[in-house]
């Protein structure tokens, strides 16, 4: 027994052509279709005011991500460069440093093949005279501060001892260890001891 479709049934699966309108054919319907349906989700994609900021939060939040990251790489970067710097900073000053080794490497020598006291003391003094010509071109200046008054800022003070001249109270009397500037920067307080 065959069942008939009835008239519904037909009208839902498939529109009969002679329905149709005269300038539409079925194969038309069907495109129409997909074209409707292509049209919704054009309209979804109107995006709401909540969306747009969402979207607006995430580029945001990409675009801080990405320049703390760049900022994290610039930082690590100088670190490097900084302690690269400091290990080779003093390098000059050593090249330079060196001639002056080398006059006391020969003074030495000289110290155990002279008899002459006086041929020793002259190459010690011109040792010690290069050396300080090296250091006043590198901008350290020796401190002069032999009897001028105590700065408790700029000296420091190893003991006081009784001076007999008035003059010499509340002055530096005696120096034990030098005080040197580089630049005028103190590099190095001078040792010294108050007269009172």
């Known amino acids: 027994m065959v069942k008939k479709k009835s008239h519904e049934e ?20 069907i495109i129409t279709d997909q074209e409707v349906s292509k049209e919704e989700p054009v309209a979804a994609t109107e995006s709401t005011p909540e969306e747009t900021i ?4 995430t580029e945001m939040q990409d675009k801080y991500l990405r320049l703390s990251a760049e900022f994290d790489n610039y930082r690590k ?3 490097r460069e900084k302690i690269e710097m400091t290990k080779t900073a003093g390098e000059s000053v050593l090249i330079s440093i060196l001639p002056v080794i080398d006059d006391f490497d ?14 020793v003391k002259e190459g010690l003094q011109l040792i010690y005279n290069k050396l300080n010509d090296f250091l006043k071109l ?23 001892t009784p001076v007999s001249d008035e003059s010499l109270k509340g002055k530096i009397v005696d120096v034990i260890s030098k005080g040197y500037t580089l630049n005028d920067k103190v590099i190095r307080f001078p040792k010294v001891v108050v007269g009172e």
Not at 139 to 145: I, P, S
């Open 54 to 57: 969402a979207q607006k939060l």
């Open 10 to 29: 037909r009208h839902d699966n498939k529109m009969p052509e002679e329905n149709m309108p005269e300038n539409q054919s079925a194969t038309e319907t």
């Open 138 to 160: 590198n901008g350290v200046k020796q401190m002069e501060v032999l009897n001028s008054p105590f700065d408790s800022e700029m000296h420091e003070a190893i003991t006081n």
């Open 106 to 119: 020969r003074a030495i020598i000289a110290l155990k093949e002279t008899e002459s006291c006086n041929a």
């Open 77 to 79: 970067r100088t670190l």
